[in-house]
């Protein structure tokens, strides 16, 4: 992978809640221990064809994320395996106890699908926004926290969590994002990638915002400076030996997120960093609730785009 | 599965008593726990461990055994207990309840303790949990059941109202819910900090079959768990009018001893009470 896509050439993009859904449905169609639970939100979490096909095994909770939570682990106790389907401002801020208890501390097989993540509600405003939901989880003892990148990516993250015993949360986003990765990638849970290799910096970002820094490395290309590209899909637990080979091979770090700058990867990033081998850092992302506006425009305002992401990556090698 | 003890109720009334009597000195030698919660609501956990639970203390996670929830978790010291006489772990291991490094904290684990079905602690968790349960033994057409011990207090946490109408949605009538109605919380009696009555038509409302009984009465108790469901196609709730603090005459119904934890000397005068001679 060159991440050469050319930002004056727009590929394909594509909504992740397709493939998330298509690779759920082709689990449940193996495994019938598999259940759907939504709070109001099969639509939304474009699930709606799961539950046509199998609606015996699809629960609706009605608008009650704490409930849908206590559910879902005991669904797990009687040995089903629960997709929890919720907008992710919801599913994690309203029932953040119940996920701790039920599902991290209790350790439940539960895997929350947080829909619509980031900014991607736009002008909904910072009510609708999920900006901390990585903070929050990846604090939890026993939980994993995956934010995947692109359709190829989501699907088989989907995969991995169903593979994986014990409580997982997916990131998935509504917002639509190119392919970044090519068809022989393989997603493992814990694991970073490197997408473009290079020695003055490493940016390392997920979800959303990957394609944003491999743009942004080939800018800076231009330039001369040579950005390595690290995708960090598994934020817990964080590939804590690729984040300290970052930083001894490139001698600088910016990550790049759709959260907020306090406690997301950047700061998964930054606790690695700070013990085993400090450089100097930048971490871009949100610093605040957001002003009313679309996703696009958000990006924009906060400069997290390929032009941001070049200015603060030859601010930051001014420091190395 | 045929692992359910069936005692009658003379033989369930003797080991309430007799686990009272370990749970206070267990809670004594900790001088850590919830005396009043403990003692309230140890006759329904001693009835349903005793005469109606299909479980198997040497199986303690055989997918067609009955759950059981303890939603009031800070009852730890009842439910730890129950468990160790029912056999799921040695009775000795009560001596290091709330000692560092102990399995046995101050509010069960899932995890570490065998026969606890989820960690609870934060009120409000055990009935949404329950309702997950009992969901899928009606996906598989199972004839395990679920049984959910709530406080009364904890009936102010929202997240049981949310609850209550899923059962009912659900028409899970192999799920029932007791509610241990001791009339008291931490700090006060329930209806002096937020107002439960009319706490059964609450229920009843909720697409819920009610009954209330004599919380401390093992056999009204027993009578009541084997005629369940109340009523088929809906979940059944029995509130247990029960005495927090129940058995020892200066613990009963007293506020002050939500968590408060006797004297060695206390401990004394209520073995005394309890028949401690007559054991």
């Known amino acids: 992978m060159t991440g050469s896509q050319s930002v004056q050439d727009p590929p394909v993009r594509f909504d992740c809640r397709d493939a998330f859904a298509c690779q759920l449905e082709a689990i449940a169609a193996q495994d019938p221990r598999v259940v759907v639970v939504v709070n109001d939100s099969a639509g939304s979490s474009h699930v709606e064809g799961y539950q046509n096909k199998y609606p015996d095994r699809f629960i609706n909770v009605g608008i009650a994320e704490q409930d849908m939570i206590g559910i879902s682990a005991g669904l797990s106790n009687g040995g089903k395996i629960p997709f929890v389907c919720s907008a992710s401002c919801f599913l ?37 926004h999920s900006l901390e939901d990585v903070a929050w989880l990846r604090t939890l003892d026993r939980m994993t926290v995956i934010v995947p ?50 020695r003055n910096l490493t940016i390392i970002s997920n979800g959303t915002l990957l394609h944003v820094a491999l743009a942004a490395a080939d800018r800076l ?80 305002h906060y400069h997290l785009t390929p032009q941001g992401v070049c200015s603060a990556a030859q601010d930051l090698i001014r420091m190395k | 599965m045929q692992h359910s003890e069936r005692l009658n109720d003379h033989e369930i009334q003797a080991r309430a008593s007799a686990i009272r009597r370990l749970t206070l000195r267990m809670l004594t030698h900790a001088q850590l726990g919830h005396t009043g919660g403990d003692l309230s609501v140890i006759d329904i956990l001693t009835t349903l461990y005793f005469g109606v639970l299909d479980v198997d203390p040497q199986a303690p996670d055989a997918p067609q055994r009955d759950r059981l929830i303890l939603s009031k978790g800070h009852c730890a010291g009842a439910l730890y207990t129950t468990l160790a006489v029912r056999g799921f772990f040695p009775i000795t291991e009560l001596d290091t309840f709330a000692q560092p490094l102990s399995r046995l904290n101050g509010h069960p684990n899932r995890v570490k303790v065998p026969g606890v079905e989820t960690s609870t602690g934060p009120l409000g968790h055990g009935l949404p949990f329950a309702v997950g349960t009992a969901l899928a033994a009606q996906m598989d057409a199972a004839s395990w059941r679920t049984f959910v011990i709530t406080g009364d207090g904890e009936l102010q946490e929202g997240s049981n109202w949310e609850a209550a109408m899923a059962a009912a949605h659900y028409h899970l009538d192999h799920l029932t819910v007791i509610v241990d109605r001791n009339g008291l919380q931490l700090g006060d009696t329930t209806e002096h900090t937020m107002h439960l009555e009319p706490l059964a038509q609450k229920w009843e409302a909720f697409g819920w079959s009610v009954c209330e009984v004599d919380g401390h009465a093992i056999a009204d108790l027993l009578d009541t768990f084997r005629r369940l469901p109340l009523q088929a196609g809906k979940p059944s709730c029995i509130i247990a009018h029960t005495h927090k603090g129940q058995g020892v005459s200066f613990i009963c119904d007293q506020v002050g001893w939500h968590h408060r934890v006797p004297t060695e000397a206390e401990l004394a005068r209520a073995l005394a009470e309890l028949g401690e001679a007559n054991s």
Not at chain 1, 168 to 187: G, K
Not at chain 1, 225 to 235: D, E, F, G, H
């Open chain 1, 92 to 128: 994690t801020g309203r029932a953040l106890e119940q996920i701790k208890v039920d599902l991290a501390y209790s350790f439940a097989n539960v895997k929350l699908c947080g829909m619509s993540s980031g900014v991607a509600y736009g002008a909904l405003g910072p009510t609708h």
């Open chain 1, 149 to 198: 990148a692109d359709p190829l990516e989501t699907a088989q993250a989907v995969q991995a969590a169903y593979e994986y015993w014990g409580p997982v949360f997916l990131r998935i986003s509504r917002m639509p994002v190119p392919a970044v990765h090519p068809a022989t990638y393989h997603f493992q849970i814990g694991k970073a990638s490197i997408l473009r290799e290079g």
């Open chain 1, 221 to 300: 290309a231009v330039d001369g400076i040579q950005a390595r590209v690290m995708n960090m899909p598994t934020v817990r637990p964080l590939d804590q030996e690729a984040v300290a080979s970052a930083a001894r091979e490139t001698g600088a770090l910016l990550t790049l997120e759709e959260h907020s700058i306090y406690g997301g990867l950047g700061g998964a990033v930054a606790e690695v960093v700070v013990c085993h081998h400090p450089v100097p850092m930048r971490i871009m992302g949100f610093p605040e609730f957001a002003p009313t506006g679309s996703a696009e425009f958000l990006l924009e």
